[in-house]
């Protein structure tokens, strides 16, 4: 299977403080996509980094990935009680057209 | 754009009914994707279209299980008969354009309870 899995798979921290979830994939890929989904509701884009790149910033996200390795990770700094959600690694695998989510991370921010 | 939307939001049906979720991707989006979740095995990909046209269905578990896109702007997905063992959050994304780097848009979800 090319699903990815987060770790940890559930995260409890105290809002202000930063987040990291790590996410570890098996094929090769083109690109890696996070997404997040709040309880109840569909996954969101968040954001995407190329195998081409190594760190990426979106506002207070920062994603590295690390193909040596087969492994991505996301940090969200400053986290709010609004960032409380379940959040996903999302690969391509090189010739597919479709998706591969990873198992998700739980966070929980406390205010 | 109102976003990728599914119906019903909630189903509770009792086994061996037939279920059928419906979803309207965005306009303008080629592919369509159907995802199945469950706390067991996460995130599934059950199939995806474009253009309307099935191009990979390997992740439909069963024959029970089925579904069409007769126009760009609705798909279906049915169950029939429906087990206890197909609850779950049923999820359509669309996506617009082939490449890779393209952003999945998901729907709301359809919770079934199969009774």
């Known amino acids: 299977s090319q699903q990815g899995e987060e770790d940890p798979q559930a995260l409890s921290i105290q809002e202000g403080e930063n987040a990291t979830m790590n996410c570890s994939y098996k094929t090769s890929i083109n690109n ?12 969101v884009h968040l954001i995407l980094i190329r195998s081409n790149e190594r760190e990426k910033h979106s506002g207070r996200l920062r994603v590295t990935l690390d193909t040596s390795k087969k492994s991505s990770s996301l940090l969200i700094t400053a986290s709010r009680a609004a960032d409380t959600a379940s959040y996903f690694c999302a690969t391509d695998g090189t010739g597919a057209n479709n998706l591969f989510f ?10 | 754009d109102a976003g990728v939307i599914q ?18 991707p965005i306009s303008g989006h080629d592919y369509l994707f159907w995802y199945r979740q469950t706390m067991m095995r996460g995130l599934e990909l059950l199939i995806y279209f474009n253009n309307n046209v099935p191009i990979d269905d390997s992740g439909m578990p069963e024959d029970r299980f089925s579904a069409k896109m007769p126009n760009a702007s609705f798909s279906t997905l049915k169950i029939q008969p429906s087990e206890p063992r197909d609850s779950a959050v049923y999820f359509c994304a669309s996506r617009k354009g082939q490449g890779r780097e393209e952003t999945q ?4 979800g359809t919770r079934l309870l199969v009774l």
Request: proline share 7%.
């Open chain 1, 32 to 43: 890696l996509q996070w997404y997040r989904q709040n309880s109840g509701r569909g996954l």
């Open chain 1, 102 to 111: 990873g198992t998700g991370t739980r966070l929980t921010v406390i205010p």
């Open chain 2, 7 to 24: 119906s019903p939001r909630h189903e509770v049906t009792e086994m061996g009914q037939e279920v059928t979720l419906r979803c309207k």
């Open chain 2, 105 to 108: 848009y998901f729907g709301p």
